[in-house]
């Protein structure tokens, strides 16, 4: 039995092994692990490659969301719009500075926040938008900015999933007031640990997420704010840099691995299977997708996953549970059929592997294991007498921010 793993790490490894020792040698030899020299060109270098003036490295994504948040003062009484169907993160660093997070539900064709929908819930407490750039393909920006005018509130681009991804000749994180982006391990370009980054085109921001990051400190012991310790682990910036050359190839594999994923599809039974969805793989016009996850939607999707675990293949569901739905977010009053379009995805979702050093072999092996649990799993269904649905919002992937 071929065994295909959602992501293999390793191979990647492989590849860049040298680069990487020869990036992280000078740190060894200097013993100089926090902030520094490192820090500062990987921030230069993340920056320029986003489309962006300004970059400050953080410890992790979810502190990159958190300390944009913090930098525009966002507090108890303000209210933040995005989507529900997003890593935790997106709204847990919204609670956590005691603000509310308002969800607006997502198109169902791209499973991105739709603009409509985030329109309709701007009120006068609302202070950011934060659209998250799903999967890799980012959202429909051009509108959330139009509204963000005319209302005066701050853009914060969760870009966590989509470093390199491109909307109408714009890189995402160069948008919005502020990108921020995660480079834990899965993402496509990842560190070695935990890490992140803020990128922004306005310095007054930038100098600001560069002090919170640092305890609010302008000075020697001096603080202007109450902040935190979110720095980038020069370590992990040495790693980043060394990968960066390496990630435009990697996504134009992911790429060329979703669009044969697709094609296989196409041509089999699935094809023909209305229930069956698979993601778009067109660039849109002017963009680029960076296919972080390739998730396709499936009738008895749980079903479907276990078998495909039994044949070897590796896969994550991303996400089960909508965020208007967690327990945590019960005082906000979220209720089933609040947000159908996230609903309704959250119960087929399931991420195929896509890494770039997947093997056609494997790719092939991937599209026709999972056209055969599609086939189990709807008889099994069928002969039951049940629903073609049996998506139980209890499975998780593995993405962290």
């Known amino acids: 039995m071929v065994k295909v793993p959602l992501l293999d ?25 926090v902030l520094g020299e490192a820090v500062r060109e990987c921030e230069r270098r993340v920056a320029h490659y986003c489309g962006s003036a ?37 709204a847990g660093v919204v609670a956590r500075l005691g603000a509310t997070p308002v969800f607006a539900d997502i198109d169902p064709a791209t499973l991105n926040i739709d ?14 938008l934060m659209p998250v750039h799903l999967f890799g393909r980012m959202a429909d920006m051009d509108p959330i900015m139009d509204m963000a005018e005319r209302h005066g509130l701050v853009v914060i681009e969760d870009a966590a999933q989509a470093i390199g991804a491109e909307y109408r000749g714009r890189r995402a994180g160069s948008i919005g007031h502020y990108g921020c982006f995660s480079f834990f391990p899965t993402k496509n370009l990842g560190a070695f640990g935990e890490g992140g980054m803020v990128v922004t085109n306005d310095v007054a921001r930038a100098e600001r997420v560069a002090a919170l990051r640092v305890h609010g400190q302008t000075g020697e012991y001096m603080h202007d704010w109450v902040g935190g310790n979110f720095r980038l682990d020069a370590l992990q910036a040495a790693v980043v840099q060394a990968k960066l050359p390496w990630l435009d190839g990697w996504t134009e594999a992911r790429g060329a691995n979703a669009r044969r994923y697709s094609e296989l599809f196409a041509d089999s039974a699935l094809g023909g ?17 960076v296919f972080n996850q390739y998730v396709l939607r ?8 276990r078998r495909l675990a039994q044949a070897g293949i590796g896969t994550g569901v991303y996400y089960p549970v909508p965020l208007h739905l967690q327990p ?52 099994a269904m069928a002969g039951k007498g049940t629903a073609t649905s049996d998506g139980n919002r209890a499975t998780a992937g593995a993405d962290l921010a």
């Not at 529900?84 to 993160?89: D, E, G, I, Q």
């Not at 209305?274 to 997708?289: H, I, K, M």
């Not at 499936?298 to 996953?305: E, W």
């Open 328 to 379: 945590c977010f019960a005082e906000l009053g979220g209720k089933e059929g609040d947000c159908p379009a996230s609903e309704r995805a959250a119960d087929g979702a399931l991420a195929l592997p896509v890494y770039p050093e997947l093997a056609e072999e494997a790719i092939e092996t991937v599209a026709r294991e999972v056209e055969r649990a599609v086939a189990d799993a709807n008889r």
């Open 273 to 289: 299977d209305p229930r069956v969805e698979l993601p778009c793989t067109a660039d849109p016009p002017g963009g680029r997708q």
């Open 54 to 90: 300004h970059g400050v490295g953080v410890s992790s994504g979810t502190d990159a969301l958190l300390v944009a948040l913090m930098a525009e003062g966002v507090g108890p009484g303000d209210e933040v719009v995005t989507t529900p169907f997003s890593f935790f993160a997106t």
């Open 298 to 305: 499936v009738p008895n999707r749980d079903s479907v996953r």
């Open 9 to 33: 790490l390793t191979a990647q490894y492989a590849a860049i092994e040298q680069d990487v020792r020869r990036a992280v040698a000078p740190l060894l030899r200097s013993q100089k692990f």
């Open 115 to 128: 603009p409509a929908q985030v329109e309709r819930r701007i009120t006068k407490r609302t202070k950011v």
